[in-house]
């Protein structure tokens, strides 16, 4: 990973190296942090970076640390400030991801929210593709069940719920998979890893709802205005793990992942293995968005000179 030269730490700009915590910090020893994930993303003439939605983004991080009582010193607006003063100061010549991590900060033993210090960092690193290969990840279905709403709640993005991420993920590495595909406790499609997952069926796209113990994905949402512009019909509702075996189609969305095929789920391959054409349409829109070829859809992206 390469990160960029400055981080924001706890109200200052400094240098990435210097934004440190103590090991007896508690989100270090109890998980007890929340974080964020955006995209920025070299416009054509190497003059700005395009930060995409990253109000929502904000918004998402500020309720991500509501959900654990974390508070933080500033609003929507004042957050998404931080994104561009820092995006100024790095200046970078490439595309990039940026990580937002709010956390309890305090050194209490007691694994509680309440009265624990908050603290709050930004830095950022240079990004391209997470998956590597576009052509269709072999996934399995996990053992690892996604966590529940009345656990951990799957919404936000708690860093400790990423332990049941890192289960998933690492045994399907270690059985030879690219990615796993996570249930929910009542055995219905989750998602992936580190993204949401997408069928076609029919020339139908189906999801399942954000009540199925899923990430309320900012990708997630792109995909149903960028179906609804291509004329896709969209069903949010519950999959079986055997709809997966026949689907006509199917992909991982999410900010890493952006959108990436899926060719086969337990070894059975999805259509002929291949990005199917739902898929690369989507895609392909999808990129023309984040890179701002698409006018209408300029308001997603948060404009910063880099030059
Ligand atoms: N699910 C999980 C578990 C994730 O970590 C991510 C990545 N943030 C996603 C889904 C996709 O969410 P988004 O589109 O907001 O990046």
């Not at 896709?232 to 199917?250: F, N, P, V």
């Not at 990436?260 to 070894?267: E, K, L, N, Q």
């Amino acid at each position: 990973m390469s990160y960029l030269p400055y981080a924001y730490f706890d109200g200052d700009y400094v240098a990435f190296s210097d934004a440190k915590v103590s090991v007896a910090t508690h989100a270090l020893q109890y998980g007890t942090g929340v974080f964020g994930g955006i995209r920025g993303y070299l416009s054509h003439d190497e003059k700005t970076i395009n930060i995409f939605r990253l109000p929502d983004h904000c918004e998402r991080v500020i309720q991500s640390a509501g959900l654990v009582k974390i508070q933080l010193p500033f609003d929507t607006e004042g957050l998404a400030e931080i994104f561009v003063e820092l995006t100024k100061r790095n200046a970078p010549k490439g595309n990039v991801y940026y990580r937002p991590f709010a956390y309890k900060a305090g050194f209490d033993l007691t694994p509680k929210l309440t009265n624990v210090d908050d603290g709050f960092t930004l830095y950022m690193m240079a990004l391209e593709d997470y998956y590597g290969a576009d052509e269709g990840l072999s996934a399995m279905v996990s053992a690892w069940r996604r966590v529940n709403d009345n656990m951990i709640p799957a919404r936000g993005k708690v860093s400790g719920a990423y332990i049941n991420s890192s289960l998933a993920k690492d045994d399907a590495l270690a059985y030879g998979f690219d990615e796993a595909i996570m249930l929910n406790e009542l055995g219905k499609v989750g998602e992936g890893s580190a993204a949401n997952l997408m069928m076609v069926r029919k020339g139908v796209l189906v999801t399942p709802p954000i009540t199925a113990d899923i990430l309320e994905g900012i990708t997630r949402r792109t995909m149903f205005q960028i179906a609804t512009d291509l004329g896709i019909e969209i069903e949010q509702r519950s999959i079986d793990r055997t709809e997966l075996y026949i689907a006509d189609e199917l992909f991982f969305c999410g900010t890493g992942a952006q959108v990436t095929p899926i060719g086969s789920v337990d070894r059975r391959p999805v259509g002929d293995g291949k990005a199917g054409k739902i898929t690369r349409a989507i895609a392909e829109r999808f990129h023309a968005i984040v890179r701002g070829k698409v006018t209408e859809y300029e308001q997603w992206l948060t404009k910063v000179p880099v030059v």
